[in-house]
């Protein structure tokens, strides 16, 4: 059994304890003027924690960094043994990624597309090296029994293996228009096909995901027969023939697929490119833009796992950092547009705040963790200064207090265990 201590986060901590008993500092080390907060310990073991399938993943990650997160550490000589020989580049990031920290150049969201509601749906699909999957995909969609009329884009983002020659048996289909271009990304190959919407709702497939049968039926139907903006419906994760449980969404999910919006949402908004987790958009823009959403319970969406994607692949990456600039360039989007700070906006961005958090904590680098702590008050604490706690939803009342009292450790233990 360890044991983690959740105050006094250091930003500067960076070696492991010498001695594997627990240790003090003296009263002398605290800074002058200022009361050292109670130590409190978490037990660290295999029932102590429920670790979620993200954390689960990150294994040996999660292991190395909850070690830097401790200034004193009560171990075993097995757990000593597995910090000692985790890869040492993950304590501190190279000069060579220095340049990854820096802000890249402004993309923005804002732009100006064309809605033209010829059909009922418009379903955009973006291809980029799949040749394995895409063929289902589309024919997942194809196959979708419906009373609504949908059109489906599929953009070819300058694929170099033979994805291109699979879509060649969809040129002659009336349903299917197929964009080629040199690659511009994943949000590139979408906002292609955004440039120039078709439907009343917009709905996205990712090329190697597939749509549950009936999907398409049971979200227009609720979309249409109550006026919605955004119906989310429930998915399930898989692998191979392996299928995880499905998981049923109280409320919009950050990702694009998934559900269908309303065209008019597209209008002035569309994918920044250049970043990760261009999907961001969806949680810190267009969510926020709308009451009226609603959900269908069954499964309507199928997600591969794919072990290859920059979801699993981006953590402890330099370009992870992304996660910030995103946020950043999506917030003077916001202002651009004269977009109201709300209760609602507030209790958007904190959700927001959380997964940034774990994405700059998987770098293991005191000053991605300094940046991210110091944008997040930026833009949680400054922005929202006309607002108090009350206008807080209850699930994340801890986190905004520990981003008003400027408690950094309990920031991050309270995103790696929610």
Sequence with gaps: MCFIELADYDENMTKMPKKSGRTRRSKKSAAPGRSRPPVRFWPLGAKSLPLHRFQVRLSMNLLFHLSQLARHTHTTKLFRRALQTFPLHLRRLSSSADAEFRQPPSHSALCANVVDERYDLHIIVPVYNVERYVEGCIASILAQQTRFSF??????????????????????DPRVTIIDQENRGFSGARNAALAHIVGRYVMFVDSDDRLAPGAVEMLMSKAVAEDLDIVQGGYVRFFGCAKLPAVHPVAPTG??????YRASLWR?????ETFWYEDTVCGLFLHTLTQRVGIVGPVVYEYRINFKGISIQSMGRPKCIDTLWVTQQLLADRDALGLPDSPEFLNAMLPQVRINT???FSLGDSR???LNFALSRRWVVDRFAHLDARHVAPEFADLYRALIEGDAGRLVLLSLFP
């Excluded at 953009?155 to 002659?172: A, H, M, T």
């Design 255 to 260: 990702f694009a697929w998934g559900k269908v």
């Design 268 to 272: 002035r908004v569309h994918f920044p």
């Design 368 to 370: 991605a963790n300094a």
């Design 151 to 172: 059109h489906i884009t599929v953009v070819n983002d300058g694929s170099s293996d033979k994805s291109r020659e699979r879509l060649r048996r969809y040129e002659d």
């Design 358 to 360: 774990l994405r700059v």
